[in-house]
Nanobody, 115 residues
């Protein structure tokens, strides 16, 4: 089992910044990837960014140049730095962990961007 603890969501005005943090604990002996997904009201959950154990990172086009993912393999943490936030970035952000023991989700943290 892997436990994920998220922090850092909140309310921010458009153009502002937030940093989300996710810490994994438990059976983290073999991790393939950690990432951040988000779900806006009435929409499906979508990938925002992820980083693999090998060091590669992926960010979706809608956040390129604004969001940066930071992964620390030694600490099993993954941060998402979000700059130049837009109202369309509003949603619940979920940390995701994929590894040898399975796929796990955090409880989610709300990000609200006001116009």
């Amino acid at each position: 089992q892997v436990q994920l603890v998220e922090s850092g969501g909140g309310l921010v005005q458009a153009g502002g910044s937030l940093r989300l943090s996710c810490a994994a604990s438990g059976s983290t002996f073999r991790s393939d990837a950690m990432g951040w997904y988000r779900q806006a009201p009435g929409k499906q959950r979508e990938l925002v960014a992820q980083g693999t154990w090998a060091g590669s990172t992926t960010t979706v086009d809608s956040v390129k140049g604004r969001f940066t993912i930071y992964r620390d393999n030694a600490k099993n943490t993954m941060d998402l730095q979000m700059n130049s936030l837009r109202p369309e970035d509003t949603g619940v952000y979920y940390c995701n962990y994929r590894g040898g023991s399975g796929t796990y989700w955090g409880q989610g943290t709300q990000v609200t961007v006001s116009s």
